[in-house]
């Protein structure tokens, strides 16, 4: 079963917007990553957030994880036409072998 | 290689027939994942791999799918007695060690069962 499950489904917005992507979980995690898949081909790994840490960034995008809501956030500022993709968060729960992904968000960015 | 390779990238088979996937991991790497993927979900995890060893099956669906990495390196997801509902993309990954936690996904093998 799936542990993390994104919010929205689906998200439409114009390039120069910046897109916001929630992930939430049920369970205590080691650590939390984002993944993004563009249509047809494989994931590729954006960013990884460990669970002591609250705020991480890297170019573009600003993710948060607040462990007493069990949520995470992924944020794309300044989306341009090229970030149109489904994006998925993916939890790496304690004791457990396995990364878990969510449904993911499929992101639009409208030129 | 560069990056992870997946083969057949497509594979159509009727149901009952036999498959097999190949998943060519990034050299070093010792941690192997297998996933599912159908329309509009997210990736399903299948097994891990920590070496040669299968540390986590707890994800194939039932007996009529098998995986092995024989040599800790290549790795072959099994399917016996294809059924309709298999049909999915299969997603192969890995990644240096367990720890590292940032996965190298392949491009898929793309299962159709008619």
């Known amino acids: 079963s799936q542990q993390g499950e994104e919010d929205p489904q689906a998200l439409s917005i114009q390039e120069g917007e910046n897109a916001t992507m929630n992930c939430s979980y049920k369970?205590?995690?080691?650590?939390l990553q984002w993944y993004r898949q563009n249509s047809g081909r494989g994931l590729v790994h954006l960013i990884l957030?460990?669970?002591?840490?609250r705020e991480k960034h890297s170019g573009r995008l600003r993710v948060t994880l607040d462990t007493s809501k069990k949520s995470s956030s992924l944020l794309i500022t300044a989306s341009r036409a090229a970030d149109t993709a489904s994006y998925f968060c993916?939890?790496?729960?304690?004791?457990?072998?396995?990364?878990?992904f969510g449904q993911g968000t499929r992101l639009t960015i409208n030129p | 290689g560069a990056g992870v390779s997946q083969t057949p990238s497509n594979k159509v088979t009727e149901k009952g027939k036999y498959v097999e996937l190949r998943c060519d991991p990034i050299?070093?790497?010792?941690?192997l994942y297998w996933y599912r993927q159908s329309l509009g979900q997210g990736p399903e995890f299948l097994i891990y791999?920590?070496?040669?060893?299968?540390?986590?099956d707890s994800g194939l669906p039932n007996d009529r799918f098998f995986a092995v990495r024989p040599e800790g390196s290549v790795s072959t997801l099994k399917i016996q007695r294809t059924e309709r509902g298999d049909s999915a993309v299969y997603l192969c990954?890995?990644?240096?060690?367990?720890?590292?936690?940032?996965?190298?996904f392949g491009e898929g093998s793309r299962l159709t069962v008619l």
């Open positions: 990954a890995s990644s240096r060690d367990r720890n590292t936690g940032e996965l190298f």
């Open positions: 369970t205590s995690i080691n650590n």
């Open positions: 957030i460990r669970s002591n840490e």
């Open positions: 993916a939890t790496d729960a304690q004791g457990a072998q396995k990364l878990v």
């Open positions: 050299s070093g790497h010792t941690a």
């Open positions: 791999f920590q070496g040669t060893g299968a540390a986590d």
